[in-house]
């Protein structure tokens, strides 16, 4: 059984920066692909970002070139680097993990969740 802990998050202005992390245990953290969603009031929860154990990553539309994930396989911990932080990218983020080599995967595919944090950007 993985567990997934997250930590950072909270309240920013727009334009400014957040930086999440996911520490992982109890699992092979070498097979697993991590990922990052978020979901907003009222909407789906929705595909932010992955990264395979050898460092491929993806990411969504909307956050390219401002979001960046990273993982530390030492530390078994995954980051979400957000940058240029907009009204919209208000949410709660969730880490997840999935024992696959692919990363792009929609919620239903994940097989560990974190607790959730909230992300909220100010206009």
């Known amino acids: 059984q993985v567990q997934l802990v997250q930590s950072g998050g909270g309240l920013v202005q727009a334009g400014g920066s957040l930086r999440l992390s996911c520490a992982a245990s109890g699992g092979t953290f070498s097979t697993y692909t991590m990922g990052w969603f978020r979901q907003a009031p009222g909407k789906e929860r929705e595909y932010v970002a992955a990264?395979?154990?050898?460092?491929?990553?993806s990411s969504t539309d909307s956050v390219k070139g401002r979001f960046t994930i990273s993982r530390d396989n030492a530390k078994n911990t995954v980051y979400l680097q957000m940058n240029s932080l907009k009204p919209e990218d208000t949410a709660v983020y969730y880490c997840a993990a999935r024992r696959t080599t692919r990363t792009v995967w929609g919620p239903g595919l994940v097989d560990y969740w974190g607790q959730g944090t909230q992300v909220t950007v100010s206009s």
């Open positions: 990264i395979t154990w050898g460092g491929t990553t």
